[in-house]
Structure formats: C-alpha cells, structure tokens
C-alpha cells in the first residue's frame, strides 16, 4: 500500500490535480453521514430494523427517473442543468439531515425527491473524464480511492462519536448532520469558485455540440432520415471524415446522429473542439449544396 501511495507523487506536487482531489478529500467526510440515516430513523422514531431494510425499495427509484436529467439537458442546456442538479442535490441532503431529527416523514420524502436526478450522476462522471487528459483522471482516480480509505479510517469514529441514541434536544440529535451539513457547503462553495470554470468549458462544448449536431441533422436529412444518398449529397464522408458504412448509418433520428457525433467526439476537450469544427464546415457547405441544385432544377 506503501508503495502505490509514493507512486502518485507526481499527482501529489500537481496544482491541477488539487483543484479535483480537494472536491474528493471533502465528500467522504459528509459522505458517512447516509449510513447513518438508518440508525437515526431507529433511535430517534422508533422504525424497526425490518422496516430500515425496506429502504432499500427507494434504489429502483432512481432507475426510474434516470432519462429525466438527460431529456431535460436537450432541452434546456448542460450549462443549465448542470447548476440546476447541484442546487438542487445539495438543498435535498442538506434539508434531509435537517429535518430527520424532528420527522421520519420529512427525512423519507427527501430520499424520494434524491431519485428524481437519478442521471445526473452520469453526466457529473463525464463532465468530471474532461478535466484533464484521460491519463491523468486515471491517475486523479486511483489517488481519490487511497484519500478516501484513509479520511474513512478517520472521519467514521467522528461521527460515532457525535451520535447519541439516548439525545432528546434538537441539536444533540442533530450534531452528526450539522457536520455533514458543514462539509456539503464547503463542497458547494469549492465547487462553484474552483471547479464551476474548468467544469464549464465542457459543458459551453456539450451545447455546442448538441446545436450543431441537431442543426445540420435537420439540414441534410431526407424525407426524416439521413441515409446513404443524404450523407453523399451532403458530402458528409469528406468534411466528417467518415463513409457512410462507417459512420454505421442510416439514421433514422436525431438520436441515432447524436451517438454517432458522441463517438466522433472523442474523449478529450481538444478532440471535440476539432469535431465541432468539422460539423460547422459541413453546415457551411449545406446551404451552398442547396443553392447549386435549385440554380441546376431551375
């Protein structure tokens, strides 16, 4: 264990890799906080072990909800709806630990309304895979799971030791949650001043690439589909440098195109700002496609 830590020195000196692993040394110790909902719902209202273990049937939920956050994100925009999920995750952990001293009821609807944004955790991943080169998030990774396991091994005998199944008051029962509650704000306020403007580089590229993708979609596409003769006439194997058979087409949605511009995207901020380059070269030749064959039917 020794060793792997001292192989990731090079992370350690990198002030880069700080501005990520500091978002990771403070959610684990908020984090230990949601094994203890379950406790606090038995000592404090009286729930039987048995019906703890049926929160168990709020996991499904979130399966549920799962496309919500993505159709939301076509809709309105990853930059909105990246800030709208964070304001509203952090205000339904912070109300929940608030209120599951005084309400089970309370403490219960909160974990409902935490499923409702089911898929925001995989746009918060690949937002996060953008940070910094491929290589480098591997490396930020395998160092956030050694910081973790250590700040585990320290932070859980707070919280322990903060616990008190016999407390009456408000604030003795509640000493665990204020400290999660402090550290989630600390979180907040490191996300939106440190990460909030690395985060929205790759979010401004998202909706970029969402506009364009959807807009020479509906340029090039005949009779509702893109298929082999709309790709050749577009001369889309030039400017995406892609045939038809290997772009895997036809298309016959927007949804189809846009795993095909994701693929194309590639994994890197810099790759999908050469791909968005390619989409708008291809739309700069549509129109001039359109005005030959009118001039040439005419």
């Not at 906080?33 to 048995?50: C, N, R």
């Not at 290589?135 to 903060?162: H, N, T």
């Not at 979180?187 to 580089?201: A, D, E, N, S």
């Amino acid at each position: 264990v020794v060793h792997e830590v001292l192989s990731y020195k090079d992370v350690y000196y990198n002030p880069l890799s700080w501005r990520f692993l500091l978002m990771v040394c403070i959610e684990p110790c908020w984090l230990h906080i949601v094994g203890m909902i379950p406790i606090e719902l038995m000592a404090y209202h009286g729930w039987s072990q048995s019906a703890v273990t049926m929160l168990i049937l709020i996991q499904p939920m979130f399966l549920v909800f799962l496309g919500v956050v993505p159709r939301l994100c076509l809709r309105l925009g990853y930059t909105t709806m990246m800030a709208v999920c964070l304001v509203y995750l952090y205000s339904v952990l912070i109300l929940l630990n608030l209120t599951i001293a005084v309400s089970d009821s309370a403490a219960l609807a909160m974990l409902l309304a935490f499923t409702v944004i089911g898929g925001f955790m995989p746009l918060k991943e690949y937002v996060d895979s953008r940070f910094s080169t491929p290589d480098e998030i591997a490396r930020f990774k395998s160092v956030q799971w050694i910081i973790g396991y250590v700040l585990g091994m320290g932070i859980g005998p707070v919280y322990a030791a903060l616990f008190d199944a016999s407390a009456t008051t408000y604030l003795s029962r509640t000493a665990p949650n204020f400290l999660a509650c402090t550290c989630m704000i600390i979180q907040c306020l490191h996300v939106r001043f440190i990460m909030y403007p690395y985060m929205r580089v790759t979010l401004n590229l998202m909706d970029e690439l969402e506009g364009k993708q959807k807009k020479l979609y509906q340029t090039v596409k005949v009779s509702d589909s893109l298929d082999k003769e709309a790709w050749q006439s577009a001369n889309l194997e030039k400017h995406l440098g892609k045939s038809f058979e290997e772009a895997k087409g036809p298309f016959p949605s927007i949804e189809a195109f846009r795993e095909f511009c994701k693929k194309e995207s590639g994994g890197t901020n810099a790759e999908t700002k050469v791909f968005i380059a390619k989409l708008e070269a291809a739309l700069a030749a549509a129109p001039e496609k359109e005005e030959k064959e009118t001039k040439k039917a005419q």
